[in-house]
């Protein structure tokens, strides 16, 4: 998650791929920086897996 935070606070990240797995945890890490700087992303494609992995790929959007 270290690497993924630092590109998304440098605005290096242009896609990102998340797996979302049905666990609950009541934690974990964040991949995003705590800057509150706001990183638009666009859905771009999702997929469910056979055991119920979602698989979603965003897309940065440029702020204009």
């Not at 998650?1 to 993924?4: E, K, S």
């Not at 965003?58 to 702020?63: C, E, K, L, N, S």
């Given at each position: 998650?270290?690497?993924?935070r630092t590109l998304l606070h440098e605005g290096l990240a242009d896609?990102?791929?998340l797996m979302?797995?049905?666990v609950i945890v009541?934690?974990?890490k964040t991949i995003f920086p705590?800057?509150?700087?706001l990183r638009?992303?666009?859905?771009?494609?999702?997929?469910i897996s056979?055991?119920?992995v979602h698989v979603c790929t965003?897309?940065?959007?440029?702020?204009a």
């Open positions: 998650p270290t690497l993924a896609e990102l791929r979302i797995m049905p009541g934690g974990g705590g800057d509150g700087a638009p992303l666009s859905l771009v494609s999702t997929a056979g055991t119920g965003y897309r940065a959007v440029d702020p």
